[in-house]
C-alpha cells in the first residue's frame, strides 16, 4: 500500500500538471486568434493590392490613350 505522502505526492503533481495544462491550452487559444486576425489583416491588404493595382493599370492606360491622340502642332 502506497504512503500517505507518495499519495500526496502524487495529487500535487497531478494539480501541477492540470494548471500547466489549463495555461497551455489558454495560450494556444490566444496564439490561434492572432493568427486568425493575421490572416484577415492579410487578406485585406491583398484585396487593397489587387485594387490599388487594377486602379494604377487604368491610369496608365488612360494616360497612353492620351498620348497616342495628342498629334503635335506641326500636323
Known sequence: MPAINDIAWL???LVDLQSQLAFQEDTLQALN???TRQQQQIENLHELCKS???QLETISNEMEKDVVEERPPHY
Do not use: R, Y
Open 33 to 35: 486568434d492572432v493568427v
Open 11 to 13: 495529487q500535487e503533481q
Open 52 to 54: 490599388q493595382k487594377n
